[in-house]
Each structure stands twice: as C-alpha cells, then as structure tokens.
C-alpha cells in the first residue's frame, strides 16, 4: 500500500474508468426524511452504474419519514433511537455490509461511472477518503456550480495536496466514500448532530489517518441550493455553536483565554510516581498558554478502594494524594494505562514525570510541529548512563496512519509527516526544582515578554543584515556615481527603523 | 572618482588597470587644460622597458580591483622613480580590510616621510605615501597588493618568468618577482643573473597573416614554445631576440569572436577547436583574490544568468545586470562579491563574451569561486575549460536544495583551482612540478578499539601525501586491535606509545616531536572523514594564506539518538575557531607558538588562541569534508549537552546520513 506523506496524494495512480477489475463491495448509505419522490431518481441513477451491481449496496437510512419510505431496490433501515442527519447517517453505516461506505444526499444525480470513479481510489489505498465533485443546479441538465468555499480551497491547495492536516474541511456529506473499517475505527456518525456532523466526521476521520482526495472525475449533481449556500450567516451561527467543543483544530472558535472545551487541543500524558514531582509535571501542563490543553494521569487508580485505611501510612498514600488533588480538576482524566491514542485531540505530549513545562511550551512546540506538519518532535531533556530522556508530541493522524502499516511508527511517521528532535532547554522544560513558580497572569505576561525579547533579536540581526546588504548593493554601483545619495532615502529609513529599536 | 584624483594629482604619471570604461582618463588628458600627461593602460598597452626606469614628482595607480591591482604589482618594475605614490582601488569588497602596506626595514622604505590608507568613498581604498627622496613607485605598488592578500609572501612555485606582450602580466598575477620584457626581448639581465627562466609572451595577432604560431598540447617550456613559433613561422612572426624560446599566447584581443569571423580566419589554428581546447591556453586564475572565501550557504536571491549584454558577458538577475566581466574574462573578487547571495548561474552559451578564451576565463574565473554553474553541454570551443569542469556544468543539480548546491559547488572550486590556479597552469606550461608538501597526522586515542576506524579515515584521504603519528595514550601497541590495524596500514606510520600519566596535550607535542611534515594535521580517533578532507584543507591553506586551516562540525551524528544533524555554520571565512578535529597548521606557525599546552582538555582552543594573539590566521573552509560523532553521555562528562547540537538546525535525519562529498553508502562503517 503505497505511503501517502501528508495529504499529497499525487503518487496514487488510479487506474481509468472501465479498465480495472473491481473487487470491493460498496454500500451506498442515504439518510432520507420526507423526500420519497427525489430519492426515487436518485436510487434509480444508482441501478446504472458501470460499477458491478453484486457488489453495490443501497441503504436507505429513514429518519421518520411520513408515511415511512418504501423503495424497491434498496434496504431501508429506519432509525430507532434519536433523529436527525447524524442519527441517520450513523443507522445507516452500522446497517452498511460493504468494504467501503459511500456517502449520498438523497437529491442527487450521479453519471454512470460515478461508483466507479470513487472505488478505484480504494483498491489503491485503505485509508482515503474520496470527495465527489458535487455541483449544484436549479434543474436536472444544468451544468451546476460549485460552492466558492470549495472551488478557492481547491484552486488554493492544489486540490488539497497542498491542505496538510486541514484538508477535513471539504469534507460533506453529499457524496463522499470512506473505507467501513477506518469509519468504524474513527468512532462513525456524531448521532447527535443534525447538522454539520459531516464536518465533525471529517475532522475525526483526519485523526484516524485519513487522506482526502477530491476527485474531479466524480461529478455528480445536486439539484436544489444547499442550505449554506441560501443561509450561510445563519448556518455558521448555528454550527459554530458547537463546533468549537468537538473539534480543537478550529483554533478561531476558541478565543476565549480560560475556558474549557470537550475535546482538548493537547493531552499531556504523565505516569503518577511521587506526589511532589507527578504535581509539578501536572501542574506546569495545566498552566500554559495553550489553555485547552488536558493532562491524562497514569496509575493504578483501581487499587485505590474505600476502606478503612491508616491516614498517613498508607502503602499508596502518594497515590492517593494526586487522586485528592485532582478529582474536581475537569482537565485531569484518569486512565490505569498510557493511551494508545489522543484522538480525537490531534496532539499527544508524554512528558516524563518530574519535568515542567513553562509556560509557553505547549504552545511553542504546536506552533513548531505544525509549522512543516510533522508527526512527532522528540524533545531532549537530560542524558545519563539509561541514554537520553525525551519528551514527545506526537500527532495523532500520523500515528494513526502509521498503525495501517508495518513496521516502527516513528519511521513511518518521519517517512509520511516528518520527525524532529528539539532541544529541551530551548522549548522552556525544567527540571521540578529548577521551574520558575507557576502564577497565573505573570506566567503569561513572562512568556509574553520573552516572546517579545525574542523577535526584538531576531529584527535587530534582519536590520543588521539589511544594512550591510544595502551597502554591499550600493557600493556594487560604478564608483563614479555618488551611491551614498542615491540610496539617501533608504539608509535614512534604516537609520530611523535603528533608532526605535 | 577618477576625475577627483586625477585633478588633485595633476603632475602625476597615470597608470591604470582593470578600468574598461577609459574614457575619463584620456578625455581629462585630450582636453589638454592643464597638461599632456602620460598615461599607460597596463591591460591593452604595449609596454616598453625602458633600461633605467624614470623619474617623476608624482605616480598616480589606479586599479579597478584588488585582482587587479595584483597585476599591475606583477609589472612593478615599469613604473618610475617618484616622491609621491597614489595608489587607489576603486572596487573593493567590503569584507577587506584597509590595505595598510608593511614597510620592511630595507634600505628603499627609509625613504618613507608619510603614509595615509583611506576610504574617500565607499569601497574606494586609497595609499597615498610620499618620500623624501624619489623611490621606484612599484614598491608601494606590491606592499599593497600585498596587504590586500594578507600581507604573505608573494610567491608563485615556478621558474623566475619573464613575461612580454600585452595582457603578459594576467599568467603571472600578483608576482613582484616577474621580469617585463619587450615583446621581441630580449630579457633584461637580473643582478649578476639571467634575467628569467623561462619566458611567456602574447602575441597580438592581427590578420592571418600575422597569427600568432600556437599549439595543442601540453607546452613544454620554452623549447614547445620556440617549436611553434618556427611552425607558425611566416611573414609577421614577431622574432625574439635572445636564446630562450618564449612560450607564445595569442593575447585574449586576438581570439575575439570578432577577429575569428573575419575572412581568412578560417585557416587560422586558432579557428581549429583543438588549439584553443587546452586549459593551457587561458591565463590562470589568480586565486589568492578569486576563490570560494565568503560563500554563502543560504543564498537571498534567486538563480541568475550568464548571457551577454553590450558585447560582453553578464551576471543578469531579474532582467538586471549584477555584475559585468572585464573584457579580458578577468574575474574580480568584486566580480564574486556581488554574486555570493545568488543561487546559482546559467550560462547561456550563444554569444559567449568577447571571445571564446576570454568566455572560458570567465566560467574558470567563477568556478574557481565556487560560483554554482550550471549549463546545457558546452560547445566545443570550450574545450580549454578542461574535462572535468564541463562535465560538471552539465550535471545539473538540484540548486533549490542549499546542500546539493553546497556540494556542486565544493566539487566545482576544486576542479577549477586544479585546472586553472596558477601553479597548476605553469606545470602544464611545463614548469617542475614542486615535491607535494608532506602532511603529518597526530592521531592520539586512548581507545584500541577506534585505531582501525581512524586509520580508515586516514587511508581513504584521496590526495596529499602524508604519514600518521599514532600516539597510543595507555593502549600498549601489541593490542590485537591496535596491532592488526597498523599491521594493514599502507603508508608511513609511527605508533608512539605515551606516559599513560602524561596529559592530552603533552601527548599531542611529543608527538608532534616525532613528524616530519611541513603540515600537522590533528584528527580525533572517532570521527568521519571525506575522501577529500585533506586535499581539500589544503587547498584553502594555498588561497586563504592563514596559517591554521580547519573547519567546523556543520554536521553531527548524535549516536544516542540516531540522529543526524546538519547546523547553520559559516565557513570559507577567517575565523576565531575551528574544530579541534579539524586542525591543520604549518609546522612552523605550530613550532612559533610552541605547540600544545600542556592541559587535559581545551588544547584546541588554547593553540588557537595563542596563534591569533601571534598575529597569526585561522581560516575555516567548507564543513560538507567532516562529521562529528557525538556519543552517547555517559564516555565523556565534559562534552557538551546533546541540547546543544539540536539548535540552530538547518535540517535533521533520522540515522546516519553522509552528504554525497563524504563518499559512504549510508552504512556506519
């Protein structure tokens, strides 16, 4: 299976229409409510497709329709528990038998080789996820339009070879395909949700490895405006209500400088020894600027039971004190074993138990992973006679799609996202007794200023490199001329960019 | 700034070189307002020797370049006697210092009553020095060459030449002992000797009639010489007065694309791209002032091109000129100043400059300087570029990557300077080839088990001939591991066994004691080494004069983490510090400062130190030759924390990654 780095999928090579040989089966899944009559064209579009009929399945997922749908020429499975999009969609795939769940809105007109077009990418590759080409017209015919969201992030990222780690966003409902097992494994459909809940799937399918792939060959036509494309404003305000809590990505939806959300940008992953050292390492993760981060706290907290017990001398007093210390902390979960996975936070930090974070940390090493997407910055903190002691943040897609392969993840994570080892020392790590106290505002204020002090550096050293350029250009001029003055104007505004530091 | 000296010198005899654009100079003279003056183009003049040179009140010296005041230096002895010597460079790269000549207590600096080194204007250098009695101008001619190549000897490893013709003194840059002779001799005698020993002239050439007599080949001194001139022989062969048989140039003017199209050129041998295809044919160059010292790893600007603008070829970058070459093909270190920030060149080789010589100078000239160069194949008239640097051009490497295009242009410079350094080209010229000096390595380890991997480093080094001290620190010779590897080494080596209770750098001196080189070269027992380590520290002691050569860990294997780094470095630069590994000094600057001290540790950093409060240089060349290994913590307390190297990355692999010029598959060995 080829390795796909990032979402730049141009090294797959999927074969033309009606020169392979297909072998997975496909369940087509279409959440209906009261829409008998579209659904009817839509299924019946559906039955001409070049894709081998035996190996294609129409699910009809009713979300109460009255009287309820009935459609020859597919199962209609109707939802039992809860309503909406996402009730329907999540009956639907669970209902599903096939390799791969191909998503459809029940208004759409599909040419024949449009099933096809889709399930050649997944006999590639199992982890994409194929974005059809949907275009919207006021009748059946029309050549259609394509959202200008979708058609200035397409144009923008080479379609989305170039989107990194944000390449969910495209991700809809109207007619997409992802692999049943990687749907499965990213946890299915936000039941829910009635609206955006394809957005939110996309999100958790990106943490689950997921490469997106929109296919311009998969045309397909939606008769009738989305509802975004006639209320938008009222659609953002709608969606962005909740969005913020369930996916962290959207940095914009998470001003707020205290708050917490439900789905945390950053777990910090920490083992519980000694009460003293686990409570600067916990403490110092939950201080930072990155507010929404969490800390996971590894122990065997199942030994913790309830009877009598000596006060002071208990065999698991430490312990017991972290488990005081952080029961009402919303931040703090506690978990008996390191987590496989952050998902569906999109980053991991372990840290090991008795260093601190300052209090930019999180936020700096974020700011550096995400700079080039790298899957995993390992982090240098000490070395002794054991060998080095490091931190790691990983990236949760990346270890995700370097679970689909054989071999070490954190050579296939460098092979697909990118590796780097940092310094300790410079990302602001400390041991417990050397850490700066932690005290709210002034942390941040420090951090700030240190920024600051920083860039004040770096614009310092581009000045200095600026002049001398200047004046190597200047005086690469014929010596005749009167360089000195014809530069007159710039130097001045060096001189004056000098002087207010 | 021309017109400003000549009107404040209006006595002065005006010799000039590097300048094209002379307009200034003789519209001031035609105008005649105050008087006819002489001025001498020592570039495209045919300069007479007068027996006794003159006198004059005043000499005014204008040089475009330090390269070219180099020349006029080599001409010294046509300049008169005089009482005030101007000496101004117009073009000097910022990274040199003011030229401060060094008077020497010899008799003819006594004279000196006064001597000011300023800078009128940007890049504008003046010596003004002024006597009280007349004084042959030339010497503060060459004591300013002098400064602007950091005051070393000026000496070219050759036969004392005599040089005659125009263009003469471009095979002989920056060499006060050459002899101008008259372009027919014979040559003037020298103080109870003869005068040279062995002559170079150009000829100008002029109709085919008159075409100078060249061969192919390889020159074999004045006897080819004096072949091809009786085989060119005809009607306006110049004679030669004298017994030498000169070896004879077409001067660059006579192999001009212009003079090659004229009707009749076509019998000429210098339309036959056999002639004009040896390295042999063009002047050298001279890389005391054009080689890769100030090379930029991480250019700012973008890939330029090589295409000819007003005749002549030009560095274009957006459409604009950055740079235009002298219409000899002479590079500049202004030329190469002003082109460090760019990526990488095309040539376009459709109208190739002035002449297909003087467009070979050029593409030497830059790649001498580490220039990136790329080109489509070069066409036969480029043949005088040699072998090795047209397959190169034609490689085309990747130059958006910084180390793929560090690499072209390491592999470049050395070919260029091989080819076209000025004792390389008076070899092929046919003079004695001098004994390669002998390089002694100090190689101490307390390790047995990293004898074998060191001495592999030291075998594989492709060039410079050398021995090893090997200075066993507590490790007994008889070591199985010790003695097996000694046993296949292949070249002189002296396994020295040390006091184990003496300290590092006692160690280091005695055995220091025990080589016979004129160089030491101290490597560390568990680093890696290129190929073309040595020949090429080597070659930067020849262009950069320091004494102490080295460079510096750019790249680093951390084996605690299987981790390779490549950090921000720069190299090609005077420096304060090179890496301990990396050391290669002359012998006589190692003896002056009286070796190692006698310390456990930081025996590098104090030599260094000690060598630059002596006044003495250390310069650093490329880091692509070296890697350190940083081991694992718990061997060595005192090295620095693995955080450290982390910083200032410029790129990071995962295992053992060699760039190209070390030459290894990958493996560890």
């Known amino acids: ?501 | 700034m021309i017109r400003r000296l000549l009107a404040e010198l209006r006595q002065a005899q005006v010799f000039f070189a590097g300048i094209d654009d002379v307009e200034p100079l003789h519209a001031e003279t035609g105008q005649g307002a105050v008087t006819t003056r002489d001025v001498v183009d020592l570039d495209r003049d045919l300069l007479g020797t007068p027996a006794e040179p003159g006198k004059a009140r005043e000499v005014l010296v204008l040089a475009g370049t330090p390269a070219d005041l180099r020349r006029i230096a080599t001409l010294h002895k046509l300049l008169p006697r005089a009482e005030r010597v101007v000496v101004a460079v117009l073009d000097t790269p910022a990274s040199h210092p003011a030229p401060v000549p060094t008077p020497t207590p010899a008799h003819r600096w006594r004279s000196l009553t006064d001597l000011r080194v300023h800078q009128p204007e940007n890049r504008v250098w003046v010596v003004d020095a002024r006597f009280s009695s007349s004084t042959p101008a030339g010497r503060t001619v060459t004591a300013t060459a002098r400064a602007f190549a950091g005051h070393r000897l000026d000496v070219i490893a050759a036969p004392a030449a005599a040089i005659a013709g125009v263009g003469a003194a471009d095979w002989r840059p920056g060499d006060p002992n050459a002899t101008p002779a008259e372009v027919t001799g014979p040559v003037p005698e020298r103080v109870g000797a003869p005068g040279s020993d062995v002559v170079l002239r150009t000829l100008a050439g002029g109709p085919p009639a008159e075409a100078p007599g060249v061969r192919p080949g390889h020159g074999q001194g004045d006897q080819d010489g004096g072949r091809a001139a009786e085989e060119g022989g005809g009607p306006g062969t110049a004679a030669w007065a004298g017994d030498e048989r000169p070896i004879e140039r077409p001067a660059l003017r006579a192999v001009s694309w212009e003079r090659l199209g004229r009707p009749g050129m076509a019998a000429s041998p210098l339309a036959d791209p056999a002639v004009l295809g040896e390295p042999s044919m063009v002047p050298p160059v001279d890389e005391r002032l054009v080689n890769p010292q100030g090379f930029v790893t991480t250019p700012s600007r973008g890939m330029a091109s090589l295409a000819e603008r007003d005749g002549r070829w030009s560095v274009l970058l957006d459409g604009k000129a950055v740079t235009s070459f002298a219409e000899s093909g002479g590079v500049t270190d202004a030329d190469v100043a002003r082109l460090r920030q760019i990526r990488g060149v095309e040539v376009d080789w459709q109208r190739a400059h002035s002449g297909p010589l003087s467009a070979v100078r050029v593409l030497a000239g830059l790649a001498a300087a580490g220039v990136p160069l790329v080109s489509e194949p070069a066409p036969r008239w480029a043949g005088a570029l040699g072998d090795e640097l047209i397959g190169l051009i034609a490689t085309s490497p990747d130059l958006s990557d910084d180390l793929r295009r560090e690499e072209h242009s390491i592999r470049l410079r050395r070919a260029a300077l091989r080819t076209h350094g000025v004792a390389a080209r008076w070899e092929q010229l046919g003079a004695p080839a001098p004994a390669p000096p002998l390089t002694s390595v100090l190689l101490a380890t307390r390790r047995a088990g990293m004898v074998p991997f060191a001495l592999r480093q030291v075998a594989r080094q492709r060039g410079g001939r050398l021995e090893v001290i090997l200075a066993l620190h507590g490790v007994p010779k008889g070591h199985p591991d010790v003695a097996a590897a000694t046993a296949a080494f292949e070249g002189p080596l002296t396994v020295y066994e040390a006091d184990p209770r003496a300290v590092f750098g006692e160690v280091l001196n005695e055995a220091a004691a025990r080589a016979s080189g004129s160089f030491l070269l101290k490597m560390d027992d568990d680093d890696w080494y290129g190929p073309d380590f040595l020949p090429d520290l080597l070659l930067a002691h020849a262009y950069s004069g320091a004494q102490v050569v080295g460079t510096v860990p750019e790249f680093v294997y951390l084996s605690s983490i299987d981790v390779t780094v490549h950090r921000r470095q720069a190299t090609e630069q005077i420096t304060s510090f090179v890496a301990g590994g990396t050391i290669l000094a002359e012998r006589s600057a190692f003896q002056a400062v009286g070796g190692f001290r006698p310390l456990r540790r930081s025996v590098d950093t104090q030599f260094q130190e000690a060598l630059q409060a002596a006044g003495g240089q250390i310069y650093r060349t490329h880091g692509l030759g070296y890697i350190l290994r940083r081991g694992p913590a718990a061997g060595h307390t005192w090295q620095e924390p693995i955080g450290t190297f982390l910083q200032r990355n410029r790129q990071q692999w995962r295992g053992f990654r060699p760039n190209a010029l070390m030459a290894m598959d990958g493996s560890r060995p």
């Open chain 1, 1 to 501: 299976m080829t390795r796909v780095r990032h979402n730049d999928y141009s090294p797959l090579r999927p074969p033309a229409t009606g020169t392979w040989e297909p072998s997975l089966r496909v369940s087509v899944v279409i959440p209906a409510y009261n829409c008998a009559d579209v659904l009817e064209r839509t299924v019946a579009t559906l039955a001409r497709q070049t894709y081998p009929s035996e190996l294609v399945e129409v699910v009809v997922a009713d979300d109460g329709s009255e009287p309820p749908i009935q459609l020859p020429g597919a199962r209609v499975v109707r939802v039992a528990e809860g309503w909406g999009r996402g009730a329907a969609r999540q009956t639907g795939q669970l209902a599903a038998t096939g390799d791969v769940v191909h998503w459809l809105d029940s208004d759409m007109l599909l040419p024949d080789d449009h099933l096809e077009t889709h399930m050649r990418w997944h006999h590639l590759i199992g982890y994409a996820v194929v974005i059809g080409d949907v275009r919207f017209v006021d009748e059946p015919g029309e050549e259609g339009v394509q959202p200008e969201y979708t058609r200035k992030t397409l144009e923008s990222t080479r379609r989305l070879k170039d989107a990194g780690a944000s390449a969910y966003l495209l991700h809809t409902g109207a007619s997409t395909s992802v692999r049943a097992g990687l749907l499965r494994a990213a946890g299915g459909v936000d039941a829910s949700l009635n609206m955006a809940e394809d957005t939110e799937l996309g999100y958790r399918l990106a943490q689950a490895g997921a490469v997106f792939i929109p296919d311009e060959q998969a045309r397909a036509w939606h008769v009738g405006p989305s509802t975004v494309m006639v209320r938008e404003k009222e659609v953002h305000r709608h969606n962005w209500s909740y969005l913020g809590d369930l996916i962290p990505a959207l940095r914009w939806l998470r001003a707020h400088p205290r708050r917490t959300w439900l789905v945390p940008y950053v777990r910090v992953v920490v083992t519980a020894t000694s009460y003293e050292e686990t409570r600067a390492t916990v403490d110092s993760a939950l201080a930072g600027t990155l507010t929404d981060a969490a800390v996971v706290l590894v122990g065997p907290w199942g030994k913790l039971t309830g009877e009598r017990r000596a006060g002071l001398d208990d065999p698991l007093l430490d312990l017991r004190l972290l488990r005081h210390l952080y029961a009402h902390e919303p931040r703090v979960e506690f978990a008996e074993s390191v987590p496989a996975s952050a998902a569906p936070a999109p980053f991991l930090l372990s840290v090991p138990t008795g260093w601190t974070l300052g209090a930019d940390t999180l936020a700096a090493l974020v700011r550096h992973a995400d700079g080039e997407q790298l899957g995993l910055v390992s982090v240098a903190l000490a070395e002794g006679e054991d060998g080095v002691v490091a931190a790691r943040l990983e990236r949760t897609a990346a270890f995700a799609r370097a679970a689909l392969f054989e071999g070490a993840a954190d050579d296939l994570v460098d092979e697909m996202f990118g590796s780097e080892w940092v310094s300790g020392s410079a990302y602001g790590f400390a041991t417990a007794d050397e850490a700066e106290p932690l005290s709210g505002d002034p942390a941040k204020w420090r951090a700030l200023a240190g920024r600051r002090l920083d860039e004040v550096k770096e614009l310092r050293a581009e000045v200095e490199r600026l002049t001398s350029e200047v004046e190597r250009l200047s005086a690469g001029e014929p010596s005749d001329g009167a360089p000195s003055e014809r530069f007159g104007g710039l130097s001045s505004l060096l001189r004056h960019l000098r002087s207010a530091g």
